[in-house]
């Protein structure tokens, strides 16, 4: 019966969309049959932590009992191991969270049946991606997603610059498919098989040719297009501030982990190409450029989800990096990581999709003082804020911490310095976003309440009961690593490691030793925390200054008036004190300084994101072929 | 494996690229878009060639056990990459059609509200 | 874009003999999806081309007042679930999913041979059928509503390069 709850809870999203167009116009069952489909299918996937994670089973399931027949797969087959069934919990969690926001705030537009059908279906399809076991499977599914989140973003019909962004991002989405399937026809070509087990068996990397290594770096740059690395990553900054924000949540928080688990697929298990130095060299460089390019455009912006797509995007450098180290404790920061970024990062979408349904703006100039109206939602972003910047005791801490010590190891072990770099650009790249959300949150949230902002309310209870739930696993997920490590992380790396035992589960006892030639070893799944820290300690730390940083404000609040101080301190810090009438700082100018010392590479840079649908295929073309070269200079 | 399909097809995908990158009207783009589906329907397609080999139907009595057919697998990919262009072109046609009720212009380099 | 004239009399004749014509050959394509060249697919994209040719005779009024998007659109649902209603058949008589329960039912050659396939094929091809022929109503109608709203001398196709 176990053997049967993966396409269960794949079947049961699409079965719940198609139901949502058959009763879709009474509120009760469209709420009913939404909610039923999304917790099943969680309820589903918790279910098999016990049997795949904890006990280490790996479960294979031919579709209509095609079994191989003499060494051969011909069937579909699903296979879940720990480290799909680690993308699957993730999926369904945010899935589910994202759904009970969603009900009270799709009142806001119109047609909310065609919104859950379409939103079922995102579901449906990323959970199909990460469960399949077969390569076309994945890109039929990764074809559906990217429909469904196409026509989610083109969904409201009163902004105005929707559809722009929904057909930048059906254009540019539609050229990363194209690479996965011509990635497939070719590999399809050489081996005459479907199944990833076998694929990944009868390929090896020695004796590789070279349609196999032009098929790698297709499929490479394809799921890399998903994962919206750099050069493809402004339709993913249009998408995610047109879309409504229980989308962006699954856009920025789902759909770009799909295209990580691809990659970790392809390079990890299919072509078993990680062990090589110059592949990792390539990915790392490939995070660090995302990681830098994008925090340093998130300082330029102006519009609130605009820059939290900017900074999404930098954090999966962060995992892309990480996983390009390819050591046991690089590649368990990064699967750490890619579920914190999931958690925070929904938590500030979900916040920036209040702050939209309360006062029906995002633009940063426009928004101010909403922290006395909304004081949830303001301790709800400071939760998120925290977690993006890797303060303790929550979770972006452990993770970042790992990824740090991942990259000064590999730099010790290997002895280059263009690991330690690495380092030290993450650790820059740490310090810039702290600056862009203390930046977001003195506009957004404290400063001054514009008049017209006068009676804004609190968010409604059902949109802020996810939000709190999401707020207390960052908290529990940064206080509890060891417990998550034990139960989730550690398989999913040794899962990530041991494609042996991947290609006997799916293909019967001995195929991977009779047929694999030659094994290029990966890494070894153990590794140990470098210092001595608890996270208890931090928390009451943080308990404490906290408090007396709330004792100290409340003391001295009486004589601070609210447009005195600023321009003082603008003149002290940064001119000769001269005053000058027009000099006043917004709260969304913070660091016009820093800018403009830097206004020639900001200039650069924005101008480079020129907002042309020609320029973004040509940045993706120039990208593919750059990929291509450096395979066959280096395979 | 017959030469002239893939050089047919490598062709194809070039000019789809080309039209892509440096046409300004959407439709065009579109086009693009469809002419790179073609190519790349090519090429799977004459992956499963198998030469002298019949078609892969047992009701028409040609087929006996032990005879050589081509690949059966290729076509079958074809024909759902085949709906899913369609698909992407019936989105895309629409989408113009909405972008040119909001711009009044069909010219991508007049569609940039969105940049920086 | 030509202002189609509707009072055209050879267009509305033609159409009418095709009508019945292109229904047929679309079920036939659909029905013998399993046993010969075609399918679900094939047959339903066949089907919903006379939603273009009612377009063609009559114009847009014409085509939406003999085909009903509201029952297109519950009618794709319908397909889908049935699609899924039968791959679930195997889970619920013990073996996988997707397997073909209905065994042993006449030689190579009939219709009724090739068990739950043939009845999965009806119903993608059911889906195929309604869902094309909404998006072709739902095309032909946004593009009925535009030279309405524009000026019929402003410039229709933007700047061209």
């Keep these: 019966m176990i053997q049967h709850f993966p396409i269960l809870s794949i079947m049961v999203l699409f079965l719940g969309a198609f139901l949502v167009v058959l009763v879709g116009r009474s509120r009760i069952a469209r709420t009913a049959v939404v909610s039923a489909a999304v917790l099943t299918s969680f309820a589903l996937m918790v279910a098999l932590i016990k049997p795949v994670m904890i006990d280490g089973q790996i479960i294979s399931y031919w579709m209509g009992n095609w079994a191989p027949v003499s060494g051969y797969a011909i069937g579909i087959g699903i296979e879940v191991d720990a480290l799909s069934l680690f993308f699957g919990l993730l999926v369904s969690l945010a899935v589910m969270l994202s759904g009970f926001y969603s009900f009270k705030y799709i009142t806001q537009d119109d047609s909310p049946d065609l919104f859950f059908t379409l939103y079922l279906m995102l579901a449906g399809g990323v959970m199909g991606i990460v469960l399949s076991g077969d390569l076309f499977n994945i890109f039929v599914m990764l074809e559906v997603m990217t429909f469904a989140a196409v026509a989610l973003t083109a969904f409201r019909s009163w902004n105005p610059n929707a559809r722009e962004a929904a057909f930048k991002y059906l254009v540019v989405g539609s050229l990363g498919s194209t690479f996965v399937l011509l990635g497939t026809a070719l590999v399809y070509g050489q081996c005459h098989t479907l199944n990833l087990a076998q694929i990944s068996g009868l390929l090896s990397v020695n004796g590789i040719n070279p349609t196999m290594t032009f098929a790698f770096a297709l499929l490479f740059t394809g799921f890399g297009v998903k994962a919206f690395m750099t050069p493809f990553h402004p339709i993913a900054a249009d998408a995610h501030a047109a879309a409504p924000s229980s989308v962006s949540v699954l856009i920025s928080g789902v759909f770009t982990k799909t295209g990580v688990y691809g990659i970790i697929r392809v390079s990890y298990f299919l072509f078993k190409s990680m062990g090589m130095s110059s592949m990792q060299t390539g990915l790392v460089f490939i995070g660090c450029v995302s990681m830098f390019v994008c925090v340093t455009m998130a300082l330029n912006q102006h519009d609130f989800k605009r820059l939290l797509a900017f900074h999404s995007i930098s954090q999966i450098g962060y995992i892309l990096t990480s996983l390009g180290l390819c050591s046991a404790i690089g590649i368990a920061g990064g699967l750490y990581h890619a579920i914190n970024h999931t958690l925070f990062k929904g ?186 820290w608890n996270p208890a300690f931090w928390l009451v730390l943080f308990v404490i200054v906290l408090l007396g940083v709330t004792v100290a404000m409340m003391i001295g609040k009486s004589g601070r008036g609210a447009a005195t101080a600023i321009a003082d301190d603008k003149h002290d810090t940064f001119f000769g004190g001269e005053k000058n009438t027009f000099s006043q700082v917004g709260g969304g100018d913070l660091f016009w300084g820093f800018k403009y010392n830097f206004r020639r590479y900001l200039n650069v840079m924005g101008n480079a994101h020129s907002g042309v649908v020609n320029d973004y295929v040509t940045w993706g073309v120039i990208d593919l072929a750059l990929i291509i070269v450096y395979c066959f200079i280096f395979m | ?53 019949t078609a892969p139907i047992f009701t028409m009595s040609e087929l006996k056990p032990g005879m050589y057919f081509v690949d059966p697998v290729p076509q079958a990919l074809t024909l759902t990459s085949i709906v899913i262009g369609a698909c992407v072109t019936a989105m895309a046609l629409t989408l113009c059609i909405k972008l040119y009720e909001e711009y009044g212009t069909l010219n991508s380099s007049h569609i940039r509200r969105l940049r920086g | 874009m030509k202002n189609t004239d509707n009072s055209d009399l050879i267009v509305k004749c033609l159409a009418d003999k095709f009508l019945p014509l292109s229904l047929v050959l679309g079920l036939y394509v659909i029905l013998h999806g399993n046993i010969s060249p075609g399918g679900g697919f094939q047959g339903g994209v066949l089907v919903s081309s006379a939603v273009l040719l009612l377009y063609l005779a009559y114009g847009y009024k014409g085509a939406a007042a003999a085909i009903s998007g509201k029952i297109l659109h519950k009618g794709e649902a319908f397909g889908a679930i049935c699609y899924i209603v039968f791959a679930m058949l195997g889970i619920f008589y013990g073996f996988n999913f997707c397997r073909n329960v209905l065994f042993s039912r006449g030689e190579i050659g009939d219709i009724w041979s090739s068990g739950t396939i043939a009845l999965m094929n009806y119903a993608v091809g059911l889906k195929v059928l309604t869902g094309v022929g909404f998006l072709l109503m739902l095309v032909i109608g946004l593009l009925a509503a535009d030279p309405a709203e524009k000026a019929p001398d402003a410039s229709e196709g933007g700047e061209l390069k």
């Design chain 1, 347 to 532: 938590l500030l979408f979900l916040t920036a999709g209040a702050v939209l349904y309360a006062t029906g703006t995002t633009k940063l100039e426009k928004l101010g003082g909403l922290a006395r109206r909304m004081p949830q939602t303001a301790a709800l972003f400071m939760v998120g804020a925290f977690s993006i910047s890797g303060i303790p005791p929550f979770n972006g801490f452990v993770s970042k911490w790992m990824i740090y010590q991942a990259a000064y190891e590999k730099a010790a072990e290997t002895g280059s310095i263009g690991y330690a770099f690495v380092t030290v650009i993450a650790v820059v790249t740490s310090v810039l976003t702290l600056a862009s959300f203390v930046k977001v949150g003195q506009s957004v949230f404290f400063g001054e309440l514009p008049v017209e902002l006068e009676n804004v309310k609190e968010t409604p209870l059902s949109m802020r009961i996810p939000m709190w739930i999401m707020a207390a696993l960052c908290l529990l997920t940064g206080v509890l690593p060891g417990l998550m490590q034990q139960y989730i992380i550690n398989p999913a790396v040794r899962a990530t490691l041991d494609y042996k035992g991947y290609i006997d589960a799916m293909m019967g006892e001995g195929y991977a030793a009779a047929h694999l030639a030659d094994t290029v070893p990966l890494a070894e799944a153990k590794y140990t925390f470098a210092g001595a």
């Design chain 2, 1 to 53: 494996m017959m030469l002239v399909n893939y050089i047919g097809a490598v062709l194809l995908l070039a000019t789809g690229f080309y039209v892509m990158m440096t046409k300004e009207n959407i439709i065009k783009i579109v086009i693009g878009m469809g002419i790179i589906d073609y190519g790349l329907n090519l090429i799977i397609v004459s992956i499963g060639f198998n030469e002298g080999g």
